[in-house]
């Protein structure tokens, strides 16, 4: 009896035994297996071929200041209160046309005492004159001293001089009270006024802003290796998007034609500075744009896109192959079928497909769909998209 117990006994062991060594031979060969499809996986992805293409290269800007060189500050000569303007905002002025009036009551008051000094000096002087005249005769008949004569010269002179004097500051009164009137130093139009009827204001402040805004003009830096693409004179389109300031209604003469964010400007590269023969790395590219229908003002606008008339053709690839938000790297498809991620020097782009100046070859692969979670050395299977 003892001898079947231990029989059955060693018969499980030996089972168990197996069954943990069928257990561990299959875990191993599992391992084995899912490391060998793992090997042999490709990820599909989709893909492009790197290409020339032409391109209305779209630079897209995040704020540009405007401004005129034609362009200056009101400036109230003297000091007083504001009781008359002559024009509003977006009124064309001529050079010397009155803009604002104001009231100064201490002018009046000094002019009104320079008259009564005036008079008096006046007559003072007949006076001096008279009694220098009859000196002088004296003199001649030798009637009086030639101390008394003069004595009367000398107080002549003074009367004389007293009176200028008085007529001198008279003069200065009158061109105080003249610069009351307020005037446009320039021709232009109105862009702004800066103070309101009543206000007092102090000489030297500014009450207006004056210019010619026909032809307005913002700044931007360029690289070098953009720069070296434009030539003076070209010619572009500019638009604002989402800009309040250019969908506002300046008066009907304006509201009329205003498209706002539809509203297309044309301009040109009116100045690279320093020019693209001498070495530098970055540049300043002024642009002028046409405003002769009159919306844009002198300030700040966000969101401004540039759109060049003509094409250039140049290497490019789609925006979407872009890995990142400093548009410096794409993913692109090894020899050996693998994902590689590369930086890349990219240029200006039309809203579809970006320019590459360096980091790509003509003909090499990129990858446009995502690629997040993906490392570099992953087999991928590219399907390769046909260009637009």
């Given at each position: 009896m003892k001898s079947y117990f231990a029989i059955g006994v060693a018969l499980i062991a030996i089972l168990i035994a197996a069954l943990l060594g069928y257990g561990v031979y299959l875990n191993q060969r599992g391992e084995h297996q899912i490391a060998e499809r793992m090997e042999n996986m490709r990820v599909p992805l989709t893909g492009i071929t790197a290409g020339y293409r032409e391109l209305y290269p779209m630079v897209e800007m995040d704020l540009v200041n405007l401004y005129s060189d034609e362009m200056t500050d009101v400036v109230a000569l003297e000091s007083g209160r504001i009781t008359e303007a002559f024009v509003e905002k977006n009124s064309h002025v001529l050079p010397g046309q009155p803009i604002l009036r104001l009231v100064n009551e201490d002018i009046p008051l000094k002019i009104r005492q320079a008259d009564s000094d005036i008079l008096e000096a006046e007559a003072q002087l007949i006076k001096a004159e008279h009694s220098y005249k009859r000196y002088a005769q004296l003199i001649e008949w030798s009637a009086v001293s030639a101390e008394k004569y003069d004595e009367a010269e000398a107080i002549y002179k003074a009367s004389q001089a007293r009176l200028e004097n008085y007529l001198a500051q008279r003069e200065q009164l009158e061109v105080r009270q003249n610069r009351l009137t307020v005037t446009a130093p320039i021709n232009g139009e109105v862009l702004r006024l800066y103070q309101k009827l009543g206000a007092y204001v102090t000489a030297g402040t500014a009450?207006?802003?004056?210019?010619?805004?026909?032809?307005?003009?913002?700044?931007?830096?360029?690289?070098?290796?953009?720069?070296?693409?434009?030539?003076?004179?070209?010619?572009?389109?500019?638009?604002?998007?989402?800009?309040?300031?250019?969908?506002?209604?300046?008066?009907?003469?304006?509201?009329?034609?205003?498209?706002?964010?539809?509203?297309?400007?044309?301009?040109?590269?009116?100045?690279?500075?320093?020019?693209?023969?001498?070495?530098?790395?970055?540049?300043?590219?002024?642009?002028?744009?046409?405003?002769?229908?009159?919306?844009?003002?002198?300030?700040a606008y966000?969101?401004?896109?540039?759109?060049?008339?003509?094409?250039?053709?140049?290497?490019?690839?789609?925006?979407?192959?872009?890995?990142?938000?400093?548009?410096?790297?794409?993913?692109?498809?090894?020899?050996?079928?693998?994902?590689?991620?590369r930086g890349v020097v990219t240029g200006a782009n039309d809203g579809h497909y970006i320019e590459i100046i360096d980091g790509l070859q003509e003909g090499e692969v990129v990858i446009t769909s995502d690629t997040e979670g993906l490392k570099d050395g992953i087999a991928v299977d590219v399907t390769i998209e046909e260009a637009d």
């Open positions: 009450v207006a802003l004056v210019g010619d805004f026909k032809r307005i003009f913002f700044t931007s830096p360029v690289e070098d290796k953009i720069a070296q693409r434009m030539n003076m004179n070209q010619e572009l389109d500019i638009t604002f998007e989402g800009s309040a300031a250019v969908q506002k209604s300046y008066g009907a003469q304006y509201a009329s034609g205003n498209l706002g964010d539809n509203q297309v400007f044309h301009a040109h590269v009116a100045r690279i500075s320093p020019p693209v023969e001498e070495p530098a790395d970055v540049r300043q590219v002024i642009w002028e744009i046409d405003n002769s229908v009159g919306i844009l003002e002198p300030g966000p969101h401004a896109v540039l759109h060049p008339k003509r094409s250039r053709r140049c290497l490019t690839v789609p925006l979407s192959s872009l890995t990142n938000s400093n548009k410096n790297e794409v993913a692109v498809l090894t020899a050996g079928g693998t994902l590689e991620r």
